[in-house]
């Protein structure tokens, strides 16, 4: 990774002060052990017009092989040519005098405002492809940056998550500093060490003079504590002690950990959340109003649902099942699981499972709810489904959602697009309709078909969502 | 004297304490057979008369007893039990288990009790208690029979326990483990007298009439006929049908298990009183024009019936109406109306018939279960269990199925010679019985077999927690909990329809490192490994680099249907590593596996091996056909990351220009490390080019796995390189036929030879070979299994694994200390249990049988164990 500070210096100040402020010599290369590697600073340039200050890192490779899990998820990575929170650590380190304003030689020159230019390749964005322009223009600078092919020799995969940036601006260099310090680890959303409290003095300290005014100013708090909502809370709290208006579940649920590698945009996953709440709603409300005493949720993800049904008393069994064992550990968390008692677990249990396999744990439930379940399983296995849920588990009162194909076009989606990258199909409402009708023709169940969400007099609603009940004869 | 004591049997010692139970156990039983109430006493609270302990003393003791009873334990109660309701308990507990409840009584005189108690140091209480115990006992002492128990013992003094010298464990009447046949078992005849001439005849049996004019059959080989039931009722000669079983029986050429007519009918000549109807009637007519001891004899024969029997080692059950696992060699009612009624609900369905359970399609049993009772059109497998009543009497065939060769034999009824109350001609399964299950198939389909049918949903409890399998190659490989969850997940998500996975690939470990300098892996390694293993010949072949599939042809679209028991037809199927379709579009997968096909049809695949269907085990490239994204997001990612960074950092150093050694010594790391950054991404766009459809495709196929039938393991990989080359000839551009050398490791010439080849072919970009023992299943002297491949590759494609820079000197040294056993364990219990998915399928086992092992694979796969080996 490397990152180069350019000036051509002020009619009083020629380009090499840059020098005194960095505190580092012009004529020899220096190095500093940093973690997993060394930082090398060195000058390609240092005349009174014009002086680079280049710092490069050398990710020693042995030490990555090693097993430093946090530096390395995989083996073949980019954390030695992407400038991450190891840049930021760097800077700490071997710019630290010029981070904190010091100068000892020439304390004047700390705060003087020289035209400066930031060179850094490589950086990595994750999401929104404007982030670098969001977060750099704000603080005036004028950003450049050339994105990078994936391969240029396949231009067919396109572009890749790289890019080398340019910034621009007259600033003291301890504020260029300091923005690269708090700003670049926002940029790939990832650091390489464990992030606690600490964090929060770290964050509010240097952002001290300008994060409160910055229009990202939560979604930087929020990545830089590493999207944990209990420490993005007290952060805002304590940098918006006039501004309580904050809401951070609303970034909890925009950044909320991504089931898939879907690149979908904030504002249509904000819109489809919104929807999952309602579907929720319209699916308690069958319930409550049918009276049923135990429900199963199949395909209870993280479980919001269960959530729901927990606090009524009105469900005396409920049970959440999903084939996602990583879900379920949510689910657990979130239900505060561990300090349950025996009394509660025996109401509520939640267990890995799947709908492709006859199970008799489902066996006894009044209901059972698929809450955008089915168009996660491929159509060839859907009878599998069928026969588990209707034929064997039973239950009085099914609940059935699934997306209507028909409404994506109102979400600006084309034919060929999915809502999220899993399904494995989208349905029109003719489609649901003739899927509910033969299931519950050949397992002996009444249905009836209700839209859930906005809805449009041409598409429909955004959601579907059918009640089975048992014919019992 | 002995006593007899049944082999399935709860043993209920009653007596008053001290009374002499526990002595006469310790005498009797071996230690592990006996369960004290004072033991379990004083497992719960430490003191063997700690009476507060009671209740938990003896939920431990039915507990600790059902276990054992479950598993078919003899298992003997020593507690006082001389109170009706914990007497009942116990007979409850017999009966849950379909043992016998066998009562040892010890009624003392009340003075020895006592004497025997004043003796006794370990007793804190009184010797009222005794005259208490005593009191109930002799209460209790002549109901015991109708308690339920069936045999009662009572000694009345201490001279008649003494008397006692051993026990006769005896056999219930339903085993007969003993016999192995081969026999004839023969489903229901309802009095088919000329049809069963017939199948007997047809069978090979020899009928005689002998002096005194009786039909004596025999069977030249030694076979045996082994009855169903139900000889009688509804047929026109249900008299004669009986005299010749009769005297089949009588002769030992033949054994029968009573049906419910026949049971019907022992009940009417025992004086009970039946509705005469379902032909009873006309049988009973039949009878009275018989001599009354004809009828007495008919009447002993049934009374002598055993509900079913257990034969050849316990291979084999014959029942009437089937039998559940938990059931089979025991003894109590309900398994005697099961065998006779099967698994009813008590609800009648709307012909007026029993509505029955599927206790077929949920069978996992070991042994096989033939059984008749209710007519099916054909008879047909369903786990191991098979019906062969075929409705003779309602104008279908009489069947025989031959053990154990498990061919079914059969004679066309002559007529219809009764309406059956259900009309059973009409293509119905075995499994279609549910109301709900029942398939709406068109007469255009392939009817699928009930197998099939039953297959169509797994059991969750086939797959989840810790599981053991055995593979017939191989030790116990032994799938643990967290590793079934992480395969539920893939299994669920995104494989294919688990009918089309008879197999899923081992993982394969890498030779141990080289020392040479520059090289991580080389063949020399490989070698040594197979030279150390005892293996003197191996076979060196390519190793493409593009990605696993497992492609599965169809002769026929339909064989899908007929032989994999899908819903649909199809051409067969392409599967990843995991049981992922391949191909995305199922046009292109259509497409793809019709051109394999006409390569097979060819090269005269089908009728050379006798088959309608092939597994291959293959390499399909190009790899960023189906890895696009792995390459995209990881290898490319990397690629360009590091170019653009150190091209930038190269840059600034050249403008640096100081006079500084550490600018030098900086400049040429940079640029060792550019350098290193080019290669690596010229290592992986080697394998990439485009596709388009299946324009650009190559498959290699490197094992031909399985065809109907059989499965190649028993070929050395020469076979399977020559098989593969004709097949490819017929399709040279698509179909890659794989290099490959035959080396002999004592041959320096012939190592030498390959090496050098080896070392050619990836300087040329190749991934490297796979050294393989010339036989598929190699074992060592000592029958130990060796690595069934190895692979050794070149140092280029390492960069692809390792990174850019994994050959500088220092990283290379630490990389050299990877270990490889947890690999290598990996990859034979993956490759035992692949084989043996591939045996169960072809031996048309369950498909659960086959699944579990496929599963396993995918489980061992998420044990933790570095991705770059």
């Given at each position: 990774m490397f990152l180069s500070i350019s000036t051509t210096g002020l009619p009083n100040n020629p380009a090499t002060d840059l020098g005194w402020?960095?505190?580092?010599?012009?004529?020899?290369?220096?190095?500093?052990?940093?973690?997993?590697?060394?930082?090398?600073?060195?000058?390609?340039?240092?005349?009174?017009?014009?002086?680079?200050?280049?710092?490069?890192?050398?990710?020693?490779?042995?030490?990555?092989?090693?097993?430093?899990?946090?530096?390395?998820?995989?083996?073949?990575?980019?954390?030695?040519?992407?400038?991450?929170?190891?840049?930021?650590?760097?800077?700490?380190?071997?710019?630290?005098?010029?981070?904190?304003?010091?100068?000892?030689?020439?304390?004047?020159?700390?705060?003087?405002?020289?035209?400066?230019?930031?060179?850094?390749?490589?950086?990595?964005?994750?999401?929104?492809?404007?982030?670098?322009?969001?977060?750099?223009?704000?603080?005036?600078?004028?950003?450049?940056?050339?994105?990078?092919?994936?391969?240029?020799?396949?231009?067919d995969w396109g572009y890749g998550p790289y890019y080398t940036l340019t910034l621009t601006h007259t600033l003291p260099v301890k504020n260029l500093l300091t923005h690269l310090y708090v700003l670049l680890p926002i940029l790939d959303n990832e650091k390489h060490y464990f992030v606690n409290q600490q964090e929060i003095d770290v964050l509010l300290k240097k952002g001290e003079g300008w994060l409160s005014a910055h229009p990202e100013r939560d979604f930087i708090t929020w990545r830089f504590l590493r999207r944990k909502a209990s420490l993005t809370r007290e952060a805002l709290d304590r940098l918006t002690a006039i501004d309580?208006?904050?809401?951070?579940?609303?970034?909890?649920?925009?950044?909320?950990?991504?089931?898939?590698?879907?690149?979908?945009?904030?504002?249509?996953?904000?819109?489809?959340?919104?929807?999952?709440?309602?579907?929720?709603?319209?699916?308690?409300?069958?319930?409550?109003?049918?009276?049923?005493?135990?429900?199963?949720?199949?395909?209870?993800?993280?479980?919001?649902?269960?959530?729901?049904?927990?606090?009524?008393?009105?469900?005396?069994?409920?049970?959440?099942?999903?084939?996602?064992?990583?879900?379920?550990?949510?689910?657990?968390?979130?239900?505060?699981?561990?300090?349950?008692?025996?009394?509660?677990?025996?109401?509520?249990?939640?267990?890995?499972?799947?709908?492709?396999?006859?199970?008799?744990?489902?066996?006894?439930?009044?209901?059972?709810?698929?809450?955008?379940?089915?168009?996660?399983?491929?159509?060839?296995?859907?009878?599998?489904?069928?026969?588990?849920?209707?034929?064997?588990?039973?239950?009085?009162?099914?609940?059935?959602?699934?997306?209507?194909?028909?409404?994506?076009?109102?979400?600006?989606?084309?034919?060929?697009?999915?809502?999220?990258?899993?399904?494995?199909?989208?349905?029109?409402?003719?489609?649901?309709?003739?899927?509910?009708?033969?299931?519950?023709?050949?397992?002996?169940?009444?249905v009836r078909i209700v839209g859930v969400g906005e809805a449009d007099p041409l598409v429909g609603a955004s959601s579907q969502m059918a009640v089975f009940d048992f014919n019992k004869s | 004297m002995t006593l007899d004591i049944p082999d399935m049997s709860l043993v209920v010692l009653i007596g008053p304490t001290s009374s002499g139970k526990s002595t006469f156990a310790r005498q009797h039983f071996s230690p592990t057979e006996i369960i004290s109430s004072d033991q379990c006493r004083g497992y719960v609270s430490d003191d063997d008369s700690d009476q507060s302990a009671t209740g938990d003393a003896f939920e431990l003791l039915h507990h600790w007893a059902s276990l054992r009873l479950k598993r078919g334990r003899v298992t003997v109660i020593d507690a006082t039990n001389v109170q009706q309701h914990a007497r009942k308990q116990l007979i409850e507990l017999a009966r849950e288990h379909h043992v016998l409840p066998v009562a040892i009584v010890f009624n003392l005189p009340e003075s020895v009790l006592k004497a025997r108690h004043e003796q006794r140091t370990d007793r804190s209480f009184g010797d009222h208690v005794i005259g208490s115990h005593q009191r109930e006992l002799r209460r209790s002492l002549k109901f015991l029979a109708k308690e339920g128990f069936r045999n009662v013992y009572v000694f009345n003094s201490p001279e008649e326990v003494a008397a006692v010298t051993g026990l006769q464990r005896t056999r219930l009447w339903n085993n007969r483990t003993d016999e192995h046949g081969p026999f004839d078992i023969i489903g229901d005849v309802h009095g088919c007298l000329t049809e069963l001439h017939e199948l007997l005849t047809k069978l090979g049996y020899v009928m005689k009439k002998?002096?005194?004019?009786?039909?004596?059959?025999?069977?030249?080989?030694?076979?045996?006929?082994?009855?169903?039931?139900?000889?009688?009722?509804?047929?026109?000669?249900?008299?004669?049908?009986?005299?010749?079983?009769?005297?089949?029986?009588?002769?030992?050429?033949?054994?029968?298990?009573?049906?419910?007519?026949?049971?019907?009918?022992?009940?009417?000549?025992?004086?009970?009183?039946?509705?005469?109807?379902?032909?009873?009637?006309?049988?009973?007519?039949?009878?009275?024009?018989?001599?009354?001891?004809?009828?007495?004899?008919?009447?002993?024969?049934?009374?002598?019936?055993?509900?079913?029997?257990?034969?050849?080692?316990?291979?084999?059950?014959?029942?009437?109406?089937?039998?559940?696992?938990?059931?089979?060699?025991?003894?109590?009612?309900?398994?005697?109306?099961?065998?006779?009624?099967?698994?009813?609900?008590?609800?009648?369905?709307?012909?007026?018939?029993?509505?029955?359970?599927?206790?077929?399609?949920?069978?996992?049993?070991?042994?096989?279960?033939?059984?008749?009772?209710?007519?099916?059109?054909?008879?047909?497998?369903?786990?191991?269990?098979?019906?062969?009543?075929?409705?003779?009497?309602?104008?279908?065939?009489?069947?025989?199925?031959?053990?154990?060769?498990?061919?079914?034999?059969?004679?066309?009824?002559?007529?219809?010679?009764?309406e059956p109350s259900r009309p059973f001609l009409t293509g119905t399964s075995i499994v279609g019985e549910l109301p709900i299950s029942v398939e709406h198939q068109p007469d255009t389909l392939p009817r699928r077999a009930a197998q099939h049918q039953a297959d169509d949903v797994?059991?969750?409890?086939?797959?989840?927690?810790?599981?053991?399998?055995?593979?017939?190659?191989?030790?116990?490989?032994?799938?643990?909990?967290?590793?079934?969850?992480?395969?539920?997940?893939?299994?669920?998500?995104?494989?294919?329809?688990?009918?089309?996975?008879?197999?899923?690939?081992?993982?394969m470990s890498p030779s141990e490192t080289s020392t040479l300098p520059g090289y991580l892996e080389h063949p020399a390694e490989a070698f040594a490994y197979y030279r150390n293993q005892g293996i003197t010949k191996v076979v060196c072949e390519e190793k493409h680099m593009g990605s696993r599939a497992v492609v599965i042809v169809c002769r026929e679209a339909t064989v899908a249907q007929t032989r994999f028991g899908l819903a649909d037809s199809a051409e067969g199927v392409v599967y990843t590593r995991t049981g992922r379709r391949f191909f995305l579009k199922l046009e292109i997968e259509t497409a793809f596996l019709q051109k394999v096909n006409r390569a097979l049809t060819a090269t005269n695949f089908w009728a050379?091996?006798?088959?309608?269907?092939?597994?291959?085990?293959?390499?399909?490239?190009?790899?960023?056909?189906?890895?696009?994204?792995?390459?995209?997001?990881?290898?490319?990612?990397?690629?360009?990351?590091?170019?653009?960074?150190?091209?930038?950092?190269?840059?600034a150093l050249k403008q640096a220009a100081l006079n500084d050694q550490a600018v030098a010594s900086l400049?040429?790391?940079?640029?060792?490390?550019?350098?290193?950054?080019?290669?690596?991404r010229t290592a992986y766009a080697t394998y990439c080019h485009e596709v388009d459809g299946l324009e650009g495709l190559v498959l290699a196929p490197f094992h031909v796995l399985a065809t109907e039938g059989n499965v190649y393991a028993n070929r050395p990989h020469t076979w399977h390189m020559e098989t593969i080359a004709t097949l490819c000839a017929a399709d040279p551009g698509f179909l890659l036929a794989t290099p490959y050398h035959v080396v002999d490791l004592n041959n320096g010439a012939s190592v030498e030879a390959v090496t050098d080849w080896w070392v050619r072919l990836t300087a040329a970009g190749g991934e490297g070979m796979v050294v393989k023992p010339f036989d598929f299943i190699a074992k060592t002297d000592k029958g130990k299994l060796i690595q069934p491949a190895i692979k050794c590759r070149g140092s280029e494609y390492l960069r692809i694994i390792y990174g850019p820079d994994y050959d500088t000197p220092d990283y290379l040294t630490e990389l050299r200390q990877r270990g490889l056993t947890t690999k290598r364990t990996m990859a034979l219990r993956e490759f035992t249990l692949g084989l043996e998915a591939m045996e169960r399928f072809i031996d048309r086992e369950p498909l659960r049988r086959t699944h579990e092992c496929v599963f396993g694979v995918l489980a061992l796969e998420s044990e933790p164990v570095d991705p770059r080996l």
């Amino acid at each position: 990774m490397f990152l180069s500070i350019s000036t051509t210096g002020l009619p009083n100040n020629p380009a090499t002060d840059l020098g005194w402020l960095l505190h580092k010599r012009p004529d020899k290369v220096q190095s500093f052990a940093v973690a997993a590697g060394k930082a090398h600073v060195f000058y390609s340039e240092a005349s009174p017009k014009r002086c680079t200050a280049a710092m490069m890192l050398t990710i020693d490779p042995v030490a990555l092989v090693r097993g430093d899990s946090a530096l390395q998820d995989q083996y073949v990575n980019d954390r030695p040519y992407v400038a991450s929170s190891l840049v930021s650590t760097a800077i700490a380190n071997v710019y630290s005098s010029a981070l904190n304003g010091r100068c000892n030689d020439r304390p004047e020159l700390v705060n003087v405002a020289l035209p400066l230019t930031a060179t850094i390749a490589v950086v990595k964005v994750k999401g929104d492809t404007n982030t670098i322009q969001r977060l750099f223009q704000p603080l005036g600078y004028t950003v450049d940056v050339v994105r990078h092919y994936v391969d240029d020799r396949f231009p067919d995969w396109g572009y890749g998550p790289y890019y080398t940036l340019t910034l621009t601006h007259t600033l003291p260099v301890k504020n260029l500093l300091t923005h690269l310090y708090v700003l670049l680890p926002i940029l790939d959303n990832e650091k390489h060490y464990f992030v606690n409290q600490q964090e929060i003095d770290v964050l509010l300290k240097k952002g001290e003079g300008w994060l409160s005014a910055h229009p990202e100013r939560d979604f930087i708090t929020w990545r830089f504590l590493r999207r944990k909502a209990s420490l993005t809370r007290e952060a805002l709290d304590r940098l918006t002690a006039i501004d309580p208006e904050v809401d951070v579940d609303d970034l909890v649920q925009e950044e909320a950990p991504p089931t898939t590698t879907a690149e979908q945009e904030p504002e249509a996953t904000r819109t489809f959340i919104s929807l999952h709440e309602q579907r929720l709603k319209a699916a308690f409300e069958v319930l409550k109003r049918s009276g049923v005493n135990s429900v199963l949720d199949l395909g209870c993800g993280e479980g919001k649902l269960l959530r729901m049904l927990h606090t009524d008393p009105q469900f005396r069994r409920i049970a959440g099942m999903d084939v996602a064992y990583r879900d379920l550990l949510r689910a657990k968390d979130r239900l505060h699981y561990d300090q349950f008692n025996e009394s509660q677990r025996e109401r509520l249990s939640i267990f890995q499972g799947s709908l492709l396999y006859r199970d008799s744990r489902l066996n006894g439930f009044d209901s059972a709810t698929l809450i955008e379940v089915i168009e996660h399983v491929e159509p060839e296995r859907l009878p599998n489904l069928e026969r588990v849920v209707f034929e064997f588990a039973q239950p009085a009162l099914v609940i059935v959602t699934t997306p209507n194909k028909e409404y994506n076009q109102k979400y600006g989606m084309t034919d060929d697009q999915s809502r999220h990258t899993d399904h494995r199909f989208e349905w029109s409402r003719a489609e649901f309709s003739a899927w509910c009708a033969s299931v519950s023709q050949r397992f002996g169940y009444k249905v009836r078909i209700v839209g859930v969400g906005e809805a449009d007099p041409l598409v429909g609603a955004s959601s579907q969502m059918a009640v089975f009940d048992f014919n019992k004869s | 004297m002995t006593l007899d004591i049944p082999d399935m049997s709860l043993v209920v010692l009653i007596g008053p304490t001290s009374s002499g139970k526990s002595t006469f156990a310790r005498q009797h039983f071996s230690p592990t057979e006996i369960i004290s109430s004072d033991q379990c006493r004083g497992y719960v609270s430490d003191d063997d008369s700690d009476q507060s302990a009671t209740g938990d003393a003896f939920e431990l003791l039915h507990h600790w007893a059902s276990l054992r009873l479950k598993r078919g334990r003899v298992t003997v109660i020593d507690a006082t039990n001389v109170q009706q309701h914990a007497r009942k308990q116990l007979i409850e507990l017999a009966r849950e288990h379909h043992v016998l409840p066998v009562a040892i009584v010890f009624n003392l005189p009340e003075s020895v009790l006592k004497a025997r108690h004043e003796q006794r140091t370990d007793r804190s209480f009184g010797d009222h208690v005794i005259g208490s115990h005593q009191r109930e006992l002799r209460r209790s002492l002549k109901f015991l029979a109708k308690e339920g128990f069936r045999n009662v013992y009572v000694f009345n003094s201490p001279e008649e326990v003494a008397a006692v010298t051993g026990l006769q464990r005896t056999r219930l009447w339903n085993n007969r483990t003993d016999e192995h046949g081969p026999f004839d078992i023969i489903g229901d005849v309802h009095g088919c007298l000329t049809e069963l001439h017939e199948l007997l005849t047809k069978l090979g049996y020899v009928m005689k009439k002998d002096d005194a004019g009786i039909n004596r059959v025999t069977h030249p080989e030694g076979r045996k006929a082994l009855f169903v039931g139900d000889l009688i009722d509804r047929g026109p000669d249900s008299v004669s049908v009986l005299k010749l079983v009769m005297q089949m029986v009588a002769d030992q050429t033949g054994l029968c298990v009573p049906g419910n007519h026949d049971a019907k009918l022992g009940k009417y000549l025992a004086g009970k009183k039946v509705q005469l109807t379902h032909g009873l009637a006309e049988t009973v007519k039949q009878l009275e024009a018989e001599p009354i001891e004809f009828r007495q004899s008919v009447n002993a024969f049934i009374y002598k019936l055993v509900s079913h029997f257990v034969l050849d080692d316990g291979k084999l059950v014959v029942a009437h109406a089937g039998l559940k696992e938990s059931m089979q060699g025991r003894g109590s009612g309900t398994v005697r109306s099961f065998c006779l009624y099967g698994d009813t609900t008590g609800e009648i369905d709307e012909f007026g018939l029993p509505v029955r359970l599927d206790w077929a399609t949920n069978y996992k049993g070991k042994a096989m279960v033939v059984y008749g009772h209710t007519p099916f059109p054909e008879a047909e497998w369903v786990n191991n269990t098979i019906d062969i009543d075929t409705g003779c009497v309602f104008g279908g065939k009489l069947t025989a199925l031959r053990y154990p060769e498990r061919e079914l034999v059969s004679v066309p009824a002559h007529q219809l010679y009764s309406e059956p109350s259900r009309p059973f001609l009409t293509g119905t399964s075995i499994v279609g019985e549910l109301p709900i299950s029942v398939e709406h198939q068109p007469d255009t389909l392939p009817r699928r077999a009930a197998q099939h049918q039953a297959d169509d949903v797994l059991d969750m409890s086939d797959v989840l927690g810790k599981r053991v399998i055995q593979p017939r190659i191989g030790p116990l490989v032994t799938i643990r909990e967290e590793n079934a969850i992480a395969a539920l997940e893939i299994m669920s998500r995104f494989a294919v329809n688990p009918k089309w996975l008879l197999y899923l690939p081992p993982t394969m470990s890498p030779s141990e490192t080289s020392t040479l300098p520059g090289y991580l892996e080389h063949p020399a390694e490989a070698f040594a490994y197979y030279r150390n293993q005892g293996i003197t010949k191996v076979v060196c072949e390519e190793k493409h680099m593009g990605s696993r599939a497992v492609v599965i042809v169809c002769r026929e679209a339909t064989v899908a249907q007929t032989r994999f028991g899908l819903a649909d037809s199809a051409e067969g199927v392409v599967y990843t590593r995991t049981g992922r379709r391949f191909f995305l579009k199922l046009e292109i997968e259509t497409a793809f596996l019709q051109k394999v096909n006409r390569a097979l049809t060819a090269t005269n695949f089908w009728a050379d091996h006798n088959t309608d269907w092939v597994a291959l085990d293959c390499e399909l490239m190009p790899w960023s056909a189906k890895a696009t994204d792995l390459i995209r997001h990881q290898y490319a990612a990397v690629g360009t990351s590091g170019l653009n960074a150190l091209t930038a950092a190269q840059e600034a150093l050249k403008q640096a220009a100081l006079n500084d050694q550490a600018v030098a010594s900086l400049q040429s790391q940079t640029i060792e490390r550019l350098s290193n950054i080019q290669k690596y991404r010229t290592a992986y766009a080697t394998y990439c080019h485009e596709v388009d459809g299946l324009e650009g495709l190559v498959l290699a196929p490197f094992h031909v796995l399985a065809t109907e039938g059989n499965v190649y393991a028993n070929r050395p990989h020469t076979w399977h390189m020559e098989t593969i080359a004709t097949l490819c000839a017929a399709d040279p551009g698509f179909l890659l036929a794989t290099p490959y050398h035959v080396v002999d490791l004592n041959n320096g010439a012939s190592v030498e030879a390959v090496t050098d080849w080896w070392v050619r072919l990836t300087a040329a970009g190749g991934e490297g070979m796979v050294v393989k023992p010339f036989d598929f299943i190699a074992k060592t002297d000592k029958g130990k299994l060796i690595q069934p491949a190895i692979k050794c590759r070149g140092s280029e494609y390492l960069r692809i694994i390792y990174g850019p820079d994994y050959d500088t000197p220092d990283y290379l040294t630490e990389l050299r200390q990877r270990g490889l056993t947890t690999k290598r364990t990996m990859a034979l219990r993956e490759f035992t249990l692949g084989l043996e998915a591939m045996e169960r399928f072809i031996d048309r086992e369950p498909l659960r049988r086959t699944h579990e092992c496929v599963f396993g694979v995918l489980a061992l796969e998420s044990e933790p164990v570095d991705p770059r080996l």
